[in-house]
Nanobody, 122 residues
Framework: QLQAYGGGLVQAGGSLRVSCAAP????????VSWFRQAPGKERDFVAA????????YYADSVKGRFTISRDNAKNTVYLQMNSLKPEDTAIYYC?????????????????WGQGTLVTVSS
């Protein structure tokens, strides 16, 4: 199980960082991703990081504004969100898998966090 935390309320144009920890396991061979789900909408891919290669991938809607990164010592993945917009409001979930496949497909992920709410006010 993963733990996502760090959400909150921020004004449009502001920044926020959410974190994903994995108590009891390591991300050593995982792809770790962030997804988000707005009220009444599907859970969409936001960003992914390959722990072994450090490659990163982003949804077009967040490219240039969001950055996914990691802290090896803390076994934690971060999502730094800048220039936030009201449409970024959602519950943000972290997910991990240790198998191949489309990194943006949520059904391929084995481990999920409980989600953390990010609200961007206009």
């Amino acid at each position: 199980q993963l733990q996502a935390y760090g959400g909150g309320l921020v004004q449009a144009g502001g920044s926020l960082r959410v974190s994903c920890a994995a108590p009891g396991r390591t991300f050593s061979s995982d792809v770790v991703s962030w997804f988000r789900q707005a009220p009444g909408k599907e859970r969409d891919f936001v960003a992914a990081l390959s722990w072994s290669t450090s490659s990163t991938y982003y949804a077009d809607s967040v490219k240039g504004r969001f950055t996914i990164s990691r802290d090896n010592a803390k076994n934690t993945v971060y999502l730094q969100m800048n220039s936030l917009k009201p449409e970024d409001t959602a519950i943000y979930y972290c997910a991990a898998k240790n198998k191949g496949g489309d990194y943006s497909a949520r059904w391929g992920y084995t481990y999920w966090g409980q989600g953390t709410l990010v609200t961007v006010s206009s």
